[in-house]
Protein backbone atom coordinates (compact mmCIF):
# COMPACT_ATOMS: atom_id res chain seq x y z
CA UNK A 1 0.00 0.00 0.00
CA UNK A 2 1.53 3.27 -0.71
CA UNK A 3 1.06 6.43 1.82
CA UNK A 4 0.30 10.04 0.68
CA UNK A 5 3.65 10.80 -0.12
CA UNK A 6 3.91 7.93 -2.53
CA UNK A 7 1.62 8.86 -4.62
CA UNK A 8 2.49 12.55 -4.56
CA UNK A 9 5.72 10.42 -6.31
CA UNK A 10 3.81 8.36 -8.16
CA UNK A 11 1.65 11.60 -9.79
CA UNK A 12 4.94 13.42 -10.61
CA UNK A 13 6.09 10.37 -12.48
CA UNK A 14 3.03 9.78 -14.62
CA UNK A 15 3.15 13.74 -15.21
CA UNK A 16 6.81 13.02 -16.67
CA UNK A 17 5.84 10.66 -18.85
CA UNK A 18 1.99 11.21 -19.38
CA UNK A 19 1.80 10.57 -23.07
CA UNK A 20 3.10 7.01 -22.63
CA UNK A 21 0.71 6.66 -19.87
CA UNK A 22 -2.55 4.07 -19.80
CA UNK A 23 -5.75 4.62 -16.81
CA UNK A 24 -7.90 1.38 -17.66
CA UNK A 25 -10.70 0.88 -15.50
CA UNK A 26 -13.22 -2.11 -14.73
CA UNK A 27 -16.73 -0.96 -14.60
CA UNK A 28 -19.39 -2.38 -11.95
CA UNK A 29 -18.16 -1.39 -8.56
CA UNK A 30 -15.53 0.85 -9.94
CA UNK A 31 -16.87 3.25 -12.33
CA UNK A 32 -20.82 2.60 -11.42
CA UNK A 33 -21.97 1.93 -8.26
CA UNK A 34 -23.69 -1.70 -7.31
CA UNK A 35 -26.97 -1.77 -7.54
CA UNK A 36 -29.30 -4.54 -7.58
CA UNK A 37 -30.33 -4.35 -11.29
CA UNK A 38 -27.65 -4.69 -13.84
CA UNK A 39 -29.86 -3.09 -17.03
CA UNK A 40 -30.21 0.80 -14.96
CA UNK A 41 -26.54 0.75 -13.94
CA UNK A 42 -24.82 4.19 -14.72
CA UNK A 43 -21.59 5.59 -14.22
CA UNK A 44 -21.03 7.72 -10.52
CA UNK A 45 -21.60 11.21 -11.27
CA UNK A 46 -18.34 13.05 -12.46
CA UNK A 47 -17.21 9.71 -13.86
CA UNK A 48 -17.56 11.05 -17.56
CA UNK A 49 -16.32 14.27 -16.96
CA UNK A 50 -13.26 12.94 -15.38
CA UNK A 51 -12.57 10.42 -17.64
CA UNK A 52 -12.82 13.11 -20.70
CA UNK A 53 -10.55 15.62 -18.79
CA UNK A 54 -8.13 12.67 -18.57
CA UNK A 55 -8.15 11.34 -21.79
CA UNK A 56 -6.73 15.03 -23.14
CA UNK A 57 -3.46 14.43 -21.07
CA UNK A 58 -2.28 10.75 -21.09
CA UNK A 59 -1.62 8.12 -23.82
CA UNK A 60 -4.57 6.26 -23.65
CA UNK A 61 -7.67 5.22 -21.92
CA UNK A 62 -9.74 1.50 -21.37
CA UNK A 63 -12.44 0.26 -20.10
CA UNK A 64 -12.32 -3.78 -19.31
CA UNK A 65 -15.37 -5.64 -18.07
CA UNK A 66 -17.69 -8.28 -17.99
CA UNK A 67 -19.90 -6.55 -19.85
CA UNK A 68 -20.78 -6.23 -23.58
CA UNK A 69 -18.23 -4.01 -25.20
CA UNK A 70 -21.59 -2.27 -26.96
CA UNK A 71 -23.23 -1.50 -22.98
CA UNK A 72 -19.56 -0.46 -22.39
CA UNK A 73 -19.91 2.21 -25.45
CA UNK A 74 -23.56 3.32 -24.66
CA UNK A 75 -22.28 3.86 -20.65
CA UNK A 76 -19.41 5.86 -21.88
CA UNK A 77 -20.58 7.74 -24.83
CA UNK A 78 -18.20 9.44 -26.91
CA UNK A 79 -15.32 9.41 -24.80
CA UNK A 80 -12.10 8.84 -26.82
CA UNK A 81 -11.42 5.60 -25.19
CA UNK A 82 -10.59 1.78 -25.57
CA UNK A 83 -13.95 -0.53 -24.42
CA UNK A 84 -13.29 -4.22 -23.61
CA UNK A 85 -16.11 -6.76 -22.89
CA UNK A 86 -17.19 -10.16 -21.58
CA UNK A 87 -12.70 -10.55 -20.36
CA UNK A 88 -11.56 -9.52 -23.61
CA UNK A 89 -13.83 -11.79 -26.09
CA UNK A 90 -15.36 -8.60 -27.87
CA UNK A 91 -14.07 -4.78 -28.25
CA UNK A 92 -14.71 -1.52 -29.88
CA UNK A 93 -12.85 -1.21 -32.96
CA UNK A 94 -11.49 1.95 -34.44
CA UNK A 95 -14.49 2.22 -36.53
CA UNK A 96 -16.88 2.05 -33.55
CA UNK A 97 -17.93 -1.59 -34.77
CA UNK A 98 -17.98 -4.26 -32.55
CA UNK A 99 -15.35 -6.92 -32.72
CA UNK A 100 -15.53 -10.78 -31.46
CA UNK A 101 -12.82 -13.20 -30.87
CA UNK A 102 -12.99 -15.56 -33.59
CA UNK A 103 -12.13 -18.42 -31.24
CA UNK A 104 -15.84 -18.02 -29.50
CA UNK A 105 -18.09 -16.68 -32.31
CA UNK A 106 -19.23 -20.60 -33.24
CA UNK A 107 -21.16 -20.24 -29.53
CA UNK A 108 -23.17 -17.36 -30.35
CA UNK A 109 -26.24 -19.50 -31.01
CA UNK A 110 -25.65 -21.67 -27.81
CA UNK A 111 -25.81 -18.81 -25.41
CA UNK A 112 -29.54 -17.61 -27.61
CA UNK A 113 -30.48 -21.17 -26.64
CA UNK A 114 -28.75 -20.75 -23.07
CA UNK A 115 -30.93 -17.79 -22.66
CA UNK A 116 -34.16 -19.19 -23.50
CA UNK A 117 -33.99 -21.79 -20.95
CA UNK A 118 -32.74 -19.88 -18.50
CA UNK A 119 -36.03 -17.55 -18.83
CA UNK A 120 -38.26 -20.79 -19.36
CA UNK A 121 -36.83 -22.86 -16.62
CA UNK A 122 -35.56 -20.61 -13.78
CA UNK A 123 -37.50 -18.85 -11.03
CA UNK A 124 -38.68 -15.77 -12.52
CA UNK A 125 -36.73 -14.09 -9.25
CA UNK A 126 -33.89 -14.83 -11.04
CA UNK A 127 -32.71 -12.09 -13.22
CA UNK A 128 -30.99 -13.13 -16.78
CA UNK A 129 -28.53 -10.97 -18.21
CA UNK A 130 -28.48 -11.95 -22.20
CA UNK A 131 -24.70 -11.23 -23.02
CA UNK A 132 -24.43 -12.31 -26.52
CA UNK A 133 -21.18 -14.95 -25.94
CA UNK A 134 -22.48 -14.97 -21.87
CA UNK A 135 -25.60 -15.35 -19.87
CA UNK A 136 -25.90 -14.05 -16.38
CA UNK A 137 -28.11 -15.22 -14.01
CA UNK A 138 -28.62 -12.89 -11.37
CA UNK A 139 -29.54 -13.81 -7.45
CA UNK A 140 -28.79 -10.54 -5.78
CA UNK A 141 -32.47 -9.61 -4.86
CA UNK A 142 -33.84 -13.37 -4.48
CA UNK A 143 -30.27 -14.97 -2.35
CA UNK A 144 -32.30 -18.02 -1.79
CA UNK A 145 -32.28 -18.96 -5.30
CA UNK A 146 -28.00 -19.44 -5.27
CA UNK A 147 -28.26 -23.29 -4.24
CA UNK A 148 -31.23 -24.11 -7.36
CA UNK A 149 -29.59 -21.33 -9.73
CA UNK A 150 -25.58 -23.32 -9.52
CA UNK A 151 -26.82 -27.00 -10.13
CA UNK A 152 -28.86 -25.68 -12.65
CA UNK A 153 -25.94 -23.73 -14.37
CA UNK A 154 -23.80 -26.91 -13.87
CA UNK A 155 -26.21 -28.78 -15.94
CA UNK A 156 -26.33 -26.81 -18.76
CA UNK A 157 -22.64 -26.18 -18.66
CA UNK A 158 -22.42 -29.84 -19.28
CA UNK A 159 -24.96 -29.98 -21.43
CA UNK A 160 -23.46 -27.36 -23.85
CA UNK A 161 -19.77 -28.15 -23.22
CA UNK A 162 -19.79 -24.37 -21.56
CA UNK A 163 -18.45 -23.26 -18.47
CA UNK A 164 -20.10 -22.03 -14.87
CA UNK A 165 -18.42 -19.23 -13.40
CA UNK A 166 -19.03 -17.50 -10.10
CA UNK A 167 -19.02 -14.09 -9.92
CA UNK A 168 -20.55 -11.29 -7.28
CA UNK A 169 -24.42 -12.73 -6.65
CA UNK A 170 -24.34 -14.06 -9.80
CA UNK A 171 -23.07 -17.52 -11.99
CA UNK A 172 -22.21 -16.28 -15.97
CA UNK A 173 -22.39 -19.10 -18.22
CA UNK A 174 -19.29 -18.51 -20.89
CA UNK A 175 -17.39 -20.03 -23.55
CA UNK A 176 -14.93 -22.86 -22.59
CA UNK A 177 -11.87 -20.69 -23.29
CA UNK A 178 -10.20 -18.91 -20.87
CA UNK A 179 -10.14 -15.37 -21.35
CA UNK A 180 -9.37 -13.35 -17.99
CA UNK A 181 -8.34 -8.77 -18.27
CA UNK A 182 -4.79 -10.03 -17.16
CA UNK A 183 -4.00 -11.06 -20.52
CA UNK A 184 -6.06 -7.38 -22.37
CA UNK A 185 -4.00 -5.54 -19.89
CA UNK A 186 -0.37 -7.04 -20.74
CA UNK A 187 -1.67 -6.46 -24.80
CA UNK A 188 -2.51 -2.74 -24.50
CA UNK A 189 0.17 -2.11 -21.91
CA UNK A 190 2.78 -3.37 -24.10
CA UNK A 191 4.26 0.11 -25.17
CA UNK A 192 3.36 2.21 -22.52
CA UNK A 193 5.63 2.72 -19.28
CA UNK A 194 3.10 3.91 -16.84
CA UNK A 195 -0.65 2.59 -16.38
CA UNK A 196 -3.00 2.96 -14.04
CA UNK A 197 -5.42 0.26 -13.09
CA UNK A 198 -8.45 0.43 -11.16
CA UNK A 199 -10.65 -2.21 -10.12
CA UNK A 200 -13.01 -4.10 -7.24
CA UNK A 201 -13.47 -7.77 -8.39
CA UNK A 202 -12.48 -10.59 -8.25
CA UNK A 203 -11.98 -10.61 -12.33
CA UNK A 204 -9.77 -7.61 -11.97
CA UNK A 205 -6.86 -9.06 -9.80
CA UNK A 206 -5.29 -10.70 -12.78
CA UNK A 207 -5.07 -7.52 -14.44
CA UNK A 208 -3.41 -5.61 -11.25
CA UNK A 209 -1.05 -8.93 -11.18
CA UNK A 210 -0.13 -8.13 -14.44
CA UNK A 211 1.08 -4.70 -13.97
CA UNK A 212 2.81 -6.15 -10.91
CA UNK A 213 4.66 -8.68 -13.09
CA UNK A 214 5.53 -5.85 -15.48
CA UNK A 215 6.93 -3.13 -12.63
CA UNK A 216 8.81 -6.18 -11.22
CA UNK A 217 10.36 -7.36 -14.65
CA UNK A 218 11.08 -3.70 -16.13
CA UNK A 219 12.48 -0.86 -13.41
CA UNK A 220 11.36 1.67 -16.09
CA UNK A 221 8.07 0.33 -15.80
CA UNK A 222 5.17 2.48 -13.01
CA UNK A 223 2.29 0.16 -11.93
CA UNK A 224 -0.62 1.82 -10.10
CA UNK A 225 -3.28 -0.74 -8.67
CA UNK A 226 -6.08 1.16 -7.01
CA UNK A 227 -8.80 -0.96 -5.50
CA UNK A 228 -12.29 -0.24 -4.79
CA UNK A 229 -13.21 -2.06 -1.86
CA UNK A 230 -16.67 -1.96 -1.24
CA UNK A 231 -18.33 -4.68 1.33
CA UNK A 232 -18.21 -7.52 -1.01
CA UNK A 233 -14.68 -6.97 -2.05
CA UNK A 234 -12.45 -9.68 -1.57
CA UNK A 235 -9.04 -9.96 -0.14
CA UNK A 236 -7.17 -11.00 -3.04
CA UNK A 237 -8.13 -7.40 -4.72
CA UNK A 238 -6.74 -5.41 -1.57
CA UNK A 239 -3.64 -7.20 -1.51
CA UNK A 240 -2.89 -6.78 -5.21
CA UNK A 241 -3.56 -2.56 -4.90
CA UNK A 242 -1.52 0.14 -4.26
CA UNK A 243 -4.30 2.55 -3.44
CA UNK A 244 -7.50 1.44 -1.47
CA UNK A 245 -10.54 3.92 -2.26
CA UNK A 246 -13.78 2.89 -0.55
CA UNK A 247 -16.21 3.87 -3.61
CA UNK A 248 -16.93 4.74 -7.35
CA UNK A 249 -17.25 8.42 -6.17
CA UNK A 250 -14.04 8.25 -4.47
CA UNK A 251 -12.33 7.02 -7.53
CA UNK A 252 -13.59 10.42 -9.20
CA UNK A 253 -12.10 12.58 -6.45
CA UNK A 254 -8.85 10.66 -7.05
CA UNK A 255 -9.36 10.98 -11.13
CA UNK A 256 -9.48 14.84 -10.39
CA UNK A 257 -6.48 14.77 -8.43
CA UNK A 258 -4.60 13.00 -10.84
CA UNK A 259 -5.96 15.44 -13.80
CA UNK A 260 -4.84 18.26 -11.60
CA UNK A 261 -1.26 17.05 -11.34
CA UNK A 262 -1.13 16.57 -14.54
CA UNK A 263 -2.22 19.59 -15.88
CA UNK A 264 0.27 22.09 -17.04
CA UNK A 265 0.88 25.06 -14.91
CA UNK A 266 -0.01 28.49 -16.51
CA UNK A 267 2.73 30.90 -15.14
O1 LIG B 1 -15.97 -6.48 -14.97
P1 LIG B 1 -17.09 -5.65 -14.41
O2 LIG B 1 -17.30 -4.36 -15.13
O3 LIG B 1 -16.97 -5.44 -12.91
O4 LIG B 1 -18.42 -6.53 -14.64
C1 LIG B 1 -18.66 -7.70 -13.83
C2 LIG B 1 -20.14 -8.04 -13.85
O5 LIG B 1 -20.82 -6.86 -13.39
C3 LIG B 1 -22.25 -6.84 -13.42
O6 LIG B 1 -22.75 -7.55 -12.31
C4 LIG B 1 -22.40 -6.96 -11.07
O7 LIG B 1 -22.93 -5.62 -10.99
C5 LIG B 1 -24.39 -5.55 -10.99
C6 LIG B 1 -24.82 -4.09 -11.06
O8 LIG B 1 -24.32 -3.34 -9.97
C7 LIG B 1 -24.92 -6.29 -9.74
O9 LIG B 1 -26.33 -6.24 -9.70
C8 LIG B 1 -24.43 -7.75 -9.78
O10 LIG B 1 -24.81 -8.41 -8.57
C9 LIG B 1 -22.90 -7.83 -9.92
O11 LIG B 1 -22.47 -9.18 -10.11
C10 LIG B 1 -22.81 -7.35 -14.73
O12 LIG B 1 -24.20 -7.51 -14.64
C11 LIG B 1 -22.11 -8.60 -15.24
O13 LIG B 1 -22.54 -8.85 -16.58
C12 LIG B 1 -20.61 -8.38 -15.25
O14 LIG B 1 -19.95 -9.57 -15.69
Redesign the pocket.
Known sequence: MIDDLQLTTALETTARQAERCGFFF??????????????T?KPAEGAITAISQLAALVGTIA??????AG??HQQTGELPISRFG??GMEWIDEQGEIQTDPEVEPFLPVFVEIERRARAELDPSV?V?F?RL?V?L???TAPQQEGGITEWAQKIAAEYGVRALP????I?LAPPVHRD?GAVVRAIAKDLSCVWYF???L??VPAMLALRERAEQDPGFTSVNVAVANTETVEEVVAAADIVVASPHDVVALLERVVAALRPTTA
Request: charged share 30%.
Open positions: DFDGTLSPLQDNPAVVISGRPFLLYLEKSGHFRGRMVEKGDDGD
